[in-house]
């Protein structure tokens, strides 16, 4: 029975150069099953620094992302923590309980096929929809989003993704975060978290179109 998916394909950005490889490994693993968990949905990571998650919805697929990346860089130390996430969305077969080694389905392929495209370019965020609709405004928006999300420090990429994970007040999170309000404000100013939040709206209601098209 075909059903709506987003399928998130990646791979650490220059994983090679990174020493404390274990830490992140740990760190995407960690992310990776919340993910999965809190969704319903189901990861592999696999040669090493690649990873698929797919997810039975598609109106979270841009979340899904943004925590991802947020999840890497607020980890980061000295060396930069990122990764390339290629978001595909559509219809497909394959169902939660089933494994991801062996899926062909057509968004498992766009998103895969998305990913190739990426490691040739300088971008690190694609949103594909796997019945091959063109859409210039989505892939302007991801640009703008991927832009957005390449200039958080760890510490604008922590406040993003609590607020990702839950709408939560400003003091709320400088109590768990355990400095000041105003910090907590700058931090998210710094994210550019307003301008951020609207574009997740739109790609809520966009993707969550596509979930609902037969």
Not at 20 to 35: E, G, H, N
Not at 112 to 122: F, N, P, V, Y
């Amino acid at each position: 029975m075909s059903q709506p998916i987003a399928v998130l394909t990646g791979d650490v950005i220059g994983s090679q150069r990174i020493d404390a490889l274990p830490a992140l490994y740990k760190v995407l693993d960690d992310i990776l099953q919340r993910l999965a968990e809190h969704h319903g949905g189901r990861f592999e990571r696999f040669r090493g620094d690649g990873f698929q998650l797919a997810l039975p919805s598609c109106d979270i697929a841009l979340d899904a992302a943004l925590l991802l990346r947020s999840a890497l860089i607020m980890h980061s130390g000295k060396q930069r923590w990122d990764a390339r996430v290629a978001v595909a969305v559509g219809h497909d077969q394959w169902q939660p309980n089933e494994d991801l080694a062996a899926a062909q389905g057509p968004v498992f392929v766009a998103s895969g096929t998305a990913l190739d495209a990426l490691s040739e370019g300088t971008h690190h965020l694609s949103l594909t929809l796997a019945d091959n609709t063109k859409d210039a405004a989505l892939d302007l928006l991801i640009r703008y989003v991927d832009e957005l999300v390449d200039d958080w420090s760890p510490a604008s990429a922590e406040v993003a993704h609590l607020r990702l994970w839950q709408d939560e007040s400003q003091q709320a999170m400088a109590e768990k975060l355990g400095i000041r309000q105003p910090s907590v404000h700058k931090r998210l100013r710094t994210a550019r978290w307003a301008l951020l939040a609207d574009t997740r709206d739109f790609f809520r209601h966009r993707l969550a179109r596509e979930g609902q098209a037969a």
